[in-house]
């Protein structure tokens, strides 16, 4: 996947307005790829021209992407610059389509793809790639920057402008590192600090910084700013019979597999047993078996050495990954690996976690994805995970529960206290708590592909789903994203191919839910699956259960809220957040009025994320 960054300045030439000399240019880049190295252990480069400065780091993970970067050549006598990180899906269907423009190339790669789509279609090349990527193009001759990101923002890509200019990069802490950038909270956005699934496209909580939303090309030039969206859902009526829906769902399905797992590298696969990671390591093994090669697949999991003792069903999880993983690789006969992690295992790598993420995180969420995928990258450099079907088919217990579909508001937010409800009064007014959501939920409800005609349930299913293919399935792509490339290990996810999910989002409810939760896909898998994957209940991604763990959250929490060196303390209501905390250490809020019944300790989880995110990024307040 890689890292890339870039610094463009218009109006002055970069490092010009304050007469730095090029040799600390470069080193500003170098830092700012420093920043991320982990994403690209395969090699470095740095390429400098006067009115920009671009860097990358780069890990080999396909025949089309081993060249060193930036690339730099010439079209119809203008000087481009192409950076890239990701795959391309489609390159060898895009190889053949633009072999007819200029000789054949020493070798193919992405940037040669990248290149001559350019120069045949201009700016609207990316609309004829498919894959997961994040691209910066810079032409000389319209002295102009193109940023583009993938139809899911699969791959990341963050920018601040200045005077004249813009800076970029893979990830927030590689801008950080640029010395015209200043890390400062940005209070209007505490909301997303406290509940990162209500971020809006493009929002962070740091001022002047932009995630470039997904299917967006921005164009930056003289002219200033503008973006461009290449691509969104679109409502359709849908006629197919359940039979072939789902004939239809596993032929993407097949079709997704086969273009996403590696040859040419070691690939595996993440395995819990259930429906969604089971279905993309039935499918490699069928494809190997076609293939006749021999090959094992190996598979992954994660387990906790609390487990047996401590473990206590919920609705989310009701029960442990590791028993029906086992018995899924047997079924299959994958190469299968369980991978145990102990609480101190998981304290040990969170600032790690931190420093990957480089915005607040998820505590022991996040942390249990880095020990899977660190563990996992010795094996392998690609792996393929069942993620995002839950959001696509509708898998989690809200989409189940007429009371929550009812309400007008986020359906996944649970009756519990919500943080920014006990910020400063002079921060956040009472009324605004409820306003910001309701906003955010609004814009949402917006954005929904409508179709005409339909009934009022099948209309309110519809932007229930969208919803949670909004803020929900950004939050669980950005962990994926962040804790294996830290690690240099390639995560692709089947589930988020656009024309699987086109195809999904016009199936009526009823469709995808004949026969329980996600019976469209179990009918569309079953003859592949173990009966024990088939009949499990939706079990989410494990997170340890330890009253330790708890006990953590719960002390440095009560920290943040009653100590003088505090940084964050001044954004609270104190007295009221101090009650909480308290409430939750004594075991008195009702656990059911959280989300899947989670513990109510986990609600301190943003809280602390934010103390830390600002102490160890120097975040000003």
Not at 49 to 74: F, K, N
Not at 402 to 419: E, S, V
Not at 535 to 562: M, N
Not at 589 to 594: F, G
Request: contains cysteine; aromatic residues 8%; proline residues 6%.
């Amino acid at each position: 996947m890689s890292g890339m960054a870039g610094w463009v300045d218009l109006r002055h030439g970069v490092g010009q307005q304050t007469n730095l000399p090029r040799s600390k240019v470069a080193r500003i880049v170098s830092a700012m790829i420093a920043a991320m190295a982990g994403r690209g252990p395969d090699g470095q480069a740095v390429w400098l021209a006067p009115e920009l400065a671009l860097g990358h780091c780069r890990t080999v993970t396909s025949r089309y992407d081993g060249e060193e970067q930036p690339w730099i050549g010439e079209i119809r006598g203008a000087t481009v610059a192409i950076l890239y990180t990701g795959q391309i899906y489609n390159a060898g269907q895009l190889q053949h389509t633009l072999a007819g423009l200029g000789p054949e190339p020493d070798r193919w790669t992405y940037a040669e793809i990248i290149r001559r789509a350019y120069a045949q279609w201009g700016a609207g090349f990316v609309e004829h790639l498919e894959g997961m990527f994040a691209i910066a193009l810079w032409d000389s001759q319209k002295r102009e920057l193109l940023l583009a990101r993938d139809r899911l923002g699969l791959q990341p890509l963050y920018y601040t402008l200045t005077d004249g200019g813009i800076i970029f990069a893979s990830v927030p802490t590689a801008i950080e590192a640029h010395p015209q950038f200043t890390a400062r909270l940005d209070t209007s956005a505490l909301a997303i600090v406290l509940q990162p699934r209500m971020a809006l496209p493009g929002e962070t909580p740091l001022q002047g910084l932009h995630e470039l939303p997904p299917a967006t090309v921005l164009s930056f030039s003289e002219r200033g700013q503008t973006q461009k969206r290449y691509w969104r859902l679109e409502s359709a009526p849908h006629t197919a019979t359940f039979e072939q829906t789902a004939e239809q769902v596993r032929a993407l399905l097949e079709g997704v597999v086969a273009r996403q797992y590696e040859h040419e590298v070691p690939c595996a696969a993440m395995l819990s047993g259930g429906i969604d990671s089971t279905s993309v390591a039935a499918l490699v093994m069928k494809q190997l078996a076609a293939r006749g090669a021999g090959a094992a697949l190996d598979t992954f999991c994660l387990k906790f050495d609390t487990d047996e003792d401590a473990f206590t069903s919920t609705e989310l999880r009701p029960d442990i990954d590791a028993p029906f993983a086992a018995l899924a690789a047997e079924y299959m006969g994958t190469r299968h690996t369980t991978l145990s992690a102990t609480m101190q295992d998981l304290l040990n790598v969170i600032p790690a976690t931190r420093t990957a993420r480089g915005l607040p995180g998820w505590g022991q969420f996040d942390a249990s994805m880095y020990l899977l995928f660190e563990r996992m990258r010795g094996k392998c450099s690609v792996a393929l995970t069942g993620e995002a079907a839950d959001e696509i088919f509708g898998g989690y217990p809200y989409y189940f529960k007429p009371q929550l579909l009812a309400r007008a508001q986020f359906p996944w937010l649970g009756d519990g206290p919500k943080l920014a409800a006990y910020l400063s009064p002079a921060l956040a007014p009472a009324q605004w708590v409820a306003e910001d959501e309701r906003a955010r939920y609004d814009y949402w409800l917006s954005q929904v592909p409508r179709l005409p005609g339909e009934s009022a349930e099948a209309a309110r299913m519809r932007e229930v789903l969208f919803l949670g293919m909004s803020g929900p399935l950004s939050v669980i792509l950005d962990r994926k994203e962040r804790m294996s490339m830290s690690q240099g290990l390639e995560v692709r996810v089947p589930f988020c191919d656009p024309q699987l999910i086109q195809y999904v989002w016009n199936v009526p409810w009823e469709m995808k839910s004949r026969g329980g939760v996600k019976g469209l896909l179990k009918a569309a898998m079953h003859d592949i699956l173990p009966p024990t994957t088939l009949s499990r209940k939706k079990s989410a991604y494990p997170h340890i259960q330890d009253t330790e763990y708890d006990r953590v959250l719960i002390s440095e929490a009560r920290w943040i809220a009653t100590d003088p060196k505090s940084p964050i303390a001044w954004m609270f209501d104190t007295p009221r957040l101090s009650a909480l905390i308290e409430q939750i250490a004594a075991n008195q809020l009702n656990a059911s009025m959280l989300p899947g019944g989670a513990s109510p300790a986990h609600l301190l989880i943003q809280l602390v994320e934010m103390h830390r995110w600002i102490v160890d990024n120097r975040v000003a307040v």
